[in-house]
Protein backbone atom coordinates (compact mmCIF):
# COMPACT_ATOMS: atom_id res chain seq x y z
CA UNK A 1 0.00 0.00 0.00
CA UNK A 2 1.35 3.15 -1.50
CA UNK A 3 1.77 5.76 0.79
CA UNK A 4 0.01 3.88 3.92
CA UNK A 5 0.33 5.91 6.86
CA UNK A 6 -1.31 4.43 9.84
CA UNK A 7 -2.57 6.74 12.58
CA UNK A 8 -4.77 4.44 15.26
CA UNK A 9 -3.22 1.56 15.65
CA UNK A 10 -5.34 -1.12 17.95
CA UNK A 11 -3.67 -3.99 19.72
CA UNK A 12 -5.01 -6.97 21.66
CA UNK A 13 -3.21 -8.44 24.46
CA UNK A 14 -4.25 -11.44 26.93
CA UNK A 15 -0.80 -11.84 28.67
CA UNK A 16 0.46 -14.61 26.66
CA UNK A 17 4.29 -14.55 25.11
CA UNK A 18 2.33 -13.88 21.57
CA UNK A 19 0.48 -11.55 22.81
CA UNK A 20 3.43 -9.37 24.59
CA UNK A 21 5.00 -9.81 21.08
CA UNK A 22 2.15 -8.19 19.16
CA UNK A 23 2.19 -5.51 21.40
CA UNK A 24 5.88 -4.77 20.69
CA UNK A 25 5.29 -5.18 16.98
CA UNK A 26 2.36 -2.82 18.08
CA UNK A 27 4.15 -0.30 19.56
CA UNK A 28 7.15 -0.63 16.90
CA UNK A 29 4.56 0.20 14.17
CA UNK A 30 3.20 3.46 16.13
CA UNK A 31 6.43 4.88 16.88
CA UNK A 32 7.52 4.82 13.28
CA UNK A 33 4.23 6.00 11.91
CA UNK A 34 3.73 8.17 14.96
CA UNK A 35 0.66 6.86 15.29
CA UNK A 36 -1.72 6.27 18.93
CA UNK A 37 -1.82 3.13 20.09
CA UNK A 38 -4.88 1.24 21.94
CA UNK A 39 -3.84 -1.52 23.96
CA UNK A 40 -7.49 -3.82 24.50
CA UNK A 41 -7.45 -6.39 26.78
CA UNK A 42 -10.71 -8.47 26.64
CA UNK A 43 -11.78 -11.05 29.29
CA UNK A 44 -14.46 -13.47 28.81
CA UNK A 45 -16.37 -14.17 32.31
CA UNK A 46 -16.22 -18.09 33.09
CA UNK A 47 -19.19 -19.89 33.42
CA UNK A 48 -19.32 -21.38 36.83
CA UNK A 49 -16.18 -19.78 38.05
CA UNK A 50 -17.87 -19.69 41.84
CA UNK A 51 -17.67 -23.54 41.90
CA UNK A 52 -20.10 -26.17 41.18
CA UNK A 53 -22.06 -26.11 45.12
CA UNK A 54 -21.40 -22.33 45.40
CA UNK A 55 -23.95 -19.57 45.07
CA UNK A 56 -23.10 -17.04 41.88
CA UNK A 57 -21.07 -14.02 42.56
CA UNK A 58 -22.65 -10.24 43.33
CA UNK A 59 -22.39 -8.32 39.99
CA UNK A 60 -19.39 -6.16 42.17
CA UNK A 61 -17.60 -9.06 42.65
CA UNK A 62 -16.99 -10.36 39.22
CA UNK A 63 -16.50 -6.98 37.87
CA UNK A 64 -13.88 -6.22 40.76
CA UNK A 65 -12.41 -9.88 40.11
CA UNK A 66 -12.18 -9.62 36.01
CA UNK A 67 -10.72 -5.74 36.36
CA UNK A 68 -8.48 -6.87 38.56
CA UNK A 69 -6.99 -9.65 36.26
CA UNK A 70 -7.40 -7.26 33.10
CA UNK A 71 -5.03 -4.62 35.02
CA UNK A 72 -2.87 -7.53 35.69
CA UNK A 73 -2.92 -8.21 31.81
CA UNK A 74 -2.18 -4.29 30.75
CA UNK A 75 -0.12 -3.48 33.93
CA UNK A 76 2.41 -7.07 32.43
CA UNK A 77 2.20 -5.85 28.75
CA UNK A 78 3.17 -1.80 29.03
CA UNK A 79 6.08 -3.38 31.53
CA UNK A 80 7.57 -5.53 28.84
CA UNK A 81 6.76 -2.80 25.59
CA UNK A 82 8.80 0.17 24.89
CA UNK A 83 6.23 2.94 24.53
CA UNK A 84 8.13 6.13 25.12
CA UNK A 85 7.23 8.92 22.42
CA UNK A 86 4.15 6.85 21.97
CA UNK A 87 0.66 8.43 22.25
CA UNK A 88 -1.48 5.04 23.66
CA UNK A 89 -4.14 4.04 25.75
CA UNK A 90 -5.51 0.99 26.79
CA UNK A 91 -8.86 -0.32 27.35
CA UNK A 92 -10.52 -2.72 28.86
CA UNK A 93 -13.31 -5.05 27.34
CA UNK A 94 -15.67 -7.89 28.60
CA UNK A 95 -16.78 -10.45 26.14
CA UNK A 96 -16.16 -12.28 23.03
CA UNK A 97 -12.80 -11.23 22.81
CA UNK A 98 -12.73 -11.39 18.46
CA UNK A 99 -15.82 -9.38 18.63
CA UNK A 100 -14.90 -6.81 21.13
CA UNK A 101 -11.69 -6.11 19.30
CA UNK A 102 -13.29 -5.36 16.27
CA UNK A 103 -15.79 -3.35 17.89
CA UNK A 104 -13.21 -1.38 19.33
CA UNK A 105 -11.68 -1.29 15.77
CA UNK A 106 -14.46 0.32 14.43
CA UNK A 107 -15.07 2.88 17.44
CA UNK A 108 -11.84 4.01 16.92
CA UNK A 109 -11.64 3.69 13.09
CA UNK A 110 -8.42 1.86 13.32
CA UNK A 111 -6.08 1.65 10.73
CA UNK A 112 -4.72 -1.36 11.93
CA UNK A 113 -5.41 -4.20 13.86
CA UNK A 114 -2.48 -6.16 15.88
CA UNK A 115 -2.74 -10.00 17.06
CA UNK A 116 -0.65 -12.37 18.73
CA UNK A 117 -0.78 -16.10 16.40
CA UNK A 118 -2.13 -17.57 19.36
CA UNK A 119 -3.13 -17.39 23.29
CA UNK A 120 -5.61 -19.30 23.97
CA UNK A 121 -5.10 -23.14 24.66
CA UNK A 122 -5.55 -26.03 21.64
CA UNK A 123 -8.49 -27.15 23.08
CA UNK A 124 -10.07 -23.90 22.90
CA UNK A 125 -8.93 -23.20 19.68
CA UNK A 126 -10.02 -26.45 18.39
CA UNK A 127 -13.61 -25.58 19.71
CA UNK A 128 -14.39 -21.77 18.99
CA UNK A 129 -11.24 -20.87 16.82
CA UNK A 130 -9.01 -18.54 17.73
CA UNK A 131 -8.90 -15.15 18.08
CA UNK A 132 -6.28 -14.34 15.17
CA UNK A 133 -8.10 -16.67 12.47
CA UNK A 134 -12.00 -14.39 12.92
CA UNK A 135 -10.37 -11.30 13.17
CA UNK A 136 -8.55 -11.74 9.78
CA UNK A 137 -11.75 -12.55 8.34
CA UNK A 138 -14.09 -10.07 10.11
CA UNK A 139 -12.23 -7.04 11.41
CA UNK A 140 -12.92 -3.41 9.20
CA UNK A 141 -8.89 -3.10 8.58
CA UNK A 142 -5.60 -4.77 8.02
CA UNK A 143 -4.60 -7.23 10.37
CA UNK A 144 -0.95 -8.11 11.60
CA UNK A 145 -0.43 -11.19 12.81
CA UNK A 146 2.43 -11.62 14.49
CA UNK A 147 4.25 -15.11 15.56
Known amino acids: MEGWNPKVIVVG ?3 SDPSIEAARAAGALAHCHSAKLIVVTVVRPPEGWWGIVGSPPTAEALGDSLSDAQ ?7 LRSV ?4 VEYETQEEIGEPSAQLIDVCKRVDAD ?3 VGRRGAGLLRRMVVGSVANHVVHEAPCPVLVVP
Request: charged share 35%; aromatic share 0%.
Open 82 to 85: DLSG
Open 112 to 114: ILV
Open 71 to 77: RDVLDRT
Open 13 to 15: VDG
